[in-house]
């Protein structure tokens, strides 16, 4: 029954980025396209890595951390209020970032995709993390308060407690936290 709760934090999820697509709209956030893109790639990568060792509902919210990071990619070429130049230290984290997925694709390991898609994905946060240390107004919180608690839901429906079930929604709930912390300390 637990397991259930996944959906009901995927909805959270997804209500979250559509508050802050919205806040894009509005001209209050501001996205760095180079981190929400490879927000949206190593989850995805995770998920099917997850999906390949047999996980089953506890990787729902790991799914949701990639799909709703693509829709705020997508809507951010819809605006150009929401734009937030990047610059070169943004696209040498993202270089990295893919880089570290080719090497998921080159070894072929479930466990070490899971690895990849975790550096890959940390090294995407790094220029929001950056912008939002020395912009905290150019971002909106709550999509990453709720990466606190959704992924904590992957606990409640994990079955076999493994590396491939809990690594990728350990290090969202410590990213997220890492944001969310960024964020609201000068304000």
Not at 147 to 155: A, D, I, N, Q
């Amino acid at each position: 029954m637990l397991e259930y709760l996944v959906l009901v934090a995927a909805a959270a999820s997804l209500l979250a980025a559509f508050v802050y697509i919205n806040s894009m709209f509005k001209g209050q956030t501001k996205p760095n396209r180079v981190t929400w893109f490879m927000w949206s790639i190593a989850p995805f990568i995770a998920t099917a890595a997850a999906l390949s060792n047999g996980v089953g509902w506890a990787v729902i919210p790991v799914f949701m951390s990639g799909f709703c990071p693509f829709l705020v990619f997508t809507a951010s070429f819809f605006t150009k209020k929401a734009y937030w130049k990047p610059s070169s230290f943004d696209y040498i984290c993202g270089s990295l970032s893919g880089l570290a997925l080719v090497l998921w694709f080159i070894t072929n390991d479930a466990n070490l995709a899971i690895i990849f898609a975790i550096v890959s994905d940390a090294l995407a946060a790094v220029p929001t993390l950056t912008k939002t240390w020395h912009n905290p107004e150019t971002e909106s919180a709550w999509p990453f308060i709720i990466g606190v608690f959704s992924p904590l839901t992957s606990f409640l429906a994990a079955t076999t407690w493994a590396f491939s079930e809990l690594a990728f929604p350990t290090y969202l709930i410590v990213i997220n936290i890492l944001l969310v912390f960024s964020m609201l300390r000068k304000r």
